[in-house]
């Protein structure tokens, strides 16, 4: 059993989503950051025990940009929090779910992350996170 | 600030997506309990400190059963856990956001909800909930 480490939140753009958030999630816990090997401008917003991550696009071949042009903007991802990413994409590849990440990469904030296929988890985009 | 109490996800059918979340999330809390009031069965299983509620529409007629013929299986809402449901929906109410309910409403294990529209959180149904 794992525990949800943030819940991934497309947006057009991080400026007024911020503001709109602010009433449930108060303010974000330190300035966005760009993550290049995703495309994206991130930043999280405290909710209790887990967070809320915002994705901004930063071009037009980003994953979040096609995912907001296809879907328009709202929830993209579930994070979980893992021992090992490594482990766990092998674990989803083991029971035949397919991975977008067959091994953990860079993701925001120094962690190493990975992605499951939406195919994997009934149409959820999850992503396991290992923290330093 | 407000705690997350859970994410709904909207599955056709809880057998197999409690198969499939179960490396991720452990065993159900419980067995099923049909919400007649929104026309659903739901299942929880616990990620830590928050919790993945598997939706599954129990007829044509119920809003899940619209959200997966429209959008696909996959995530659905985000649940914050309030003090006050009404004071939650009024503030929201207040600063032009949309919402769904006016007031809280009878929700799954005895807890009063209320939900937000979509619009009011960048495309993210947002659901309030109390705790007895």
């Known amino acids: 059993m794992v525990e949800l480490d943030h819940i991934g939140i497309a947006v057009p753009a991080l400026g007024p989503a911020l503001e709109r958030w602010r009433p449930i999630a108060g303010a974000p816990d330190g300035p966005p950051e760009v993550v290049a090997s995703q495309r994206v401008r991130v930043a999280f917003l405290r909710a209790g025990p887990a967070e ?31 021992p090992s990413v490594d482990a766990a994409l092998a674990e989803v590849a083991q029971r035949g779910g397919a991975v977008v990440d067959r091994v953990g990469r860079p993701g925001s904030r120094g962690r190493r992350v990975g992605f499951a296929h939406p195919t994997a988890f009934d149409g959820v985009l999850v992503e396991f996170v290992e923290r330093p």
């Open 52 to 82: 809320v991550e915002l994705l901004e696009p930063t071009g037009p071949d980003s994953a979040v940009a096609r995912f907001l042009a296809r879907r328009g903007e709202g929830l993209h991802h579930l994070a979980f929090r893992v």
